[in-house]
């Protein structure tokens, strides 16, 4: 118990310096956005085309319409520019705990938004279009109401999705997470088009041929309201940040600063993509990206790791606290505090075994800053996540380990004088990590895919990276191929090395020594 505590506390301290509680961002300017989205957005590996480094993941930079006017703000601060790269859910919760000063991720000032957030005087205006297939028979609408039967989607959490219900007699399909995955459905035929704002249209059918989009003359498109078709800066309420924003915005000639960086971005993004066929593309892409696919394997196998053992480490002594038996009659105030502490853990493991990975990472990420100001830093908070997850499902199987093995070794142990310290610790525990052996070995497993719900709260592990990939090079299906190909790899290879010490381990005559320091085979 002594060298599992002192493990522990050793594992605390080395991530200590993530913990970044009251950090001074004084002469910084954090800006988030999702570094997936081209050309307002997108992710590069290198700064030859004027991009940005990305804060939260060393050797990634990010560029985009969106970055340039982040520049050219930061600079009229008299700031050094932070990009933060966050997924479009948790740009808002980002912005109200804290973690960062501005949004700058083509967000519109919606009523929505507005109740949470404000937002500077507009750094662009976009005309709103829908994408469909080159061979679709929608292509020729020259109207928003010669889509009857047309499977039309839009962006989760964007304005988007209300302007559906203009186009009279569509079938209105549910809202998409994102623009990749929109574009990815469009592409295999599974919906007949999305709403989308032109800019990023063109980007789009550069990468995709199959594509194309349909622009709508005046009467005959989209009714919006300028809050929908212009993006602003979100900065937190109140904040003396927005009037200082505002007059560097107000300074510039935004149509001449609009038309001159998209077009850039546009053919830059554009000339990125180019392809002769499937198997080019999947070579194009790993050559000019591996390093970030890399970079999110070794994340999502650190995090994997340290996480299984602390929560063995947890959910070990969550099962051996719920099993002690403790006699009112010995000590009333050793039974009473039990009692407590044994509700108290079984609590925590419905809870974390009774809600998603994913709500707890919001609310332990964000909520930790906003309501505590404890800044977690994403890898510390992801290990931290998924080792008290991992730690509730493992303290039930510890448990049903210990349940399994004869009641007749605890008597047996009593009756020579043992603790129940002694009788865990040298006999009933080394036969129950035996047992649950290949149940740890799954939750490992289990641990390398679920790290991928991370992404909510920015971390850089191989879904996310995968997602900034394939936002910034619109080329969906070679990118995920390549991500399911390394998942593949990982899953497999860690299988066969759990089974190859689960048989060796069987194949091993077991010794238990006893407190007396005799061995019984």
């Known amino acids: ?23 001074s961002q004084e002469d910084t300017f954090r800006v988030g956005m999702e570094v997936n989205y081209a050309p307002y957005n997108f992710s590069e590996v290198d700064d030859k085309n004027g991009g940005c ?49 501005a949004i700058i991720a083509g967000m519109s ?17 976009a005309s709103m279009v829908v994408v469909t297939q080159k061979d679709s028979k929608y292509v020729n609408a020259k109207s928003i109401n010669d889509f009857a039967g047309a499977k039309i989607t839009a962006q989760l959490g964007t304005f988007h ?23 990815a459905a469009a592409n295999a035929g599974t919906i007949d088009g999305y709403i989308s704002e032109e800019a990023g249209a063109q980007s789009a059918i550069a990468s995709n041929p199959k594509l194309t989009y349909i622009k709508f003359e005046d009467g005959k498109g989209f009714e919006t309201k300028d809050e ?43 000339n990125e993509k180019e392809s002769t066929g499937f198997i080019s593309e999947v070579k194009s892409i790993w050559s000019t990206y591996s390093g970030l696919f890399l970079k999110g394997v070794v994340n999502t196998m650190f995090i994997a790791v340290v996480s299984t053992i602390l929560g063995f480490l947890i959910g070990l002594i969550v099962a051996v606290i719920r099993r002690l038996e403790v006699k ?48 977690l830093s994403t890898i510390f908070a992801a290990v931290l996540i998924v080792s008290i997850n991992t730690g509730a499902y493992l303290s039930e199987v510890v448990r049903g380990g210990i349940n399994s093995i004869n009641k007749g070794q605890f008597e047996a142990c009593k009756a020579i004088g043992m603790t129940h310290f002694q009788t865990m610790i040298h006999v009933i525990l080394p036969q129950t990590i035996l047992t649950i052996l290949p149940s740890l070995g799954n939750e490992f497993v289990i641990n390398i895919k679920d790290t991928s719900v991370l992404n909510v709260i920015s971390v850089t592990e191989l879904f996310f990276m995968s997602k900034s990939v394939a936002g910034s090079t619109y080329q969906y299906f070679p990118t995920y191929l390549i991500t399911a190909v390394i998942y593949f790899v990982l899953t497999f290879t860690i299988t066969r090395i759990l089974l190859v010490l689960e048989k060796r381990f069987n194949d091993t005559d077991f010794i238990m020594e006893s407190s007396t320091g005799a061995k019984n085979v």
């Open 1 to 23: 118990m002594k060298k599992i505590l002192r493990m522990m506390l050793a594992i605390v301290l080395l991530f200590t310096p993530f913990c970044r509680a009251n950090a």
């Open 53 to 101: 480094p990305v804060a939260n993941s060393p050797g990634e930079f990010a560029n985009g319409y969106d970055v340039q006017f982040a520049k050219k703000i930061a600079d009229g601060l008299g700031k050094k520019l932070e990009i933060y790269k966050i997924e479009w859910d948790g740009l808002i919760p980002a912005l109200t705990s804290g973690k960062i000063d």
């Open 109 to 125: 000032p919606t009523e929505e938004r507005l109740k949470q957030i404000d937002f500077s005087v507009p750094y662009y205006h």
């Open 161 to 183: 999705v209300a302007m559906i219900d203009q186009m009279k007699g569509v079938n209105k399909q549910e809202p998409m997470d994102s623009f990749p995955t929109m574009i």
């Open 228 to 270: 929908d078709t212009t993006v602003g800066v979100g900065i937190a309420k109140n904040s003396p940040l927005t009037a200082q924003v505002n007059k560097i915005l107000s300074s510039m000639d935004i149509p001449k600063e609009q038309e001159e960086i998209m077009a850039k971005m546009t053919k830059l993004t554009a």
């Open 328 to 375: 009112k009659t010995d000590n009333v105030i050793s039974y009473y505090f039990h009692k407590i502490l044994n509700a108290i853990l079984a609590a925590y493991v419905e809870i974390f075994r009774g809600t998603p990975m994913m709500v707890q990472s919001v609310i332990i990420f964000y909520g930790l800053k906003q309501y505590f100001d404890i800044d």
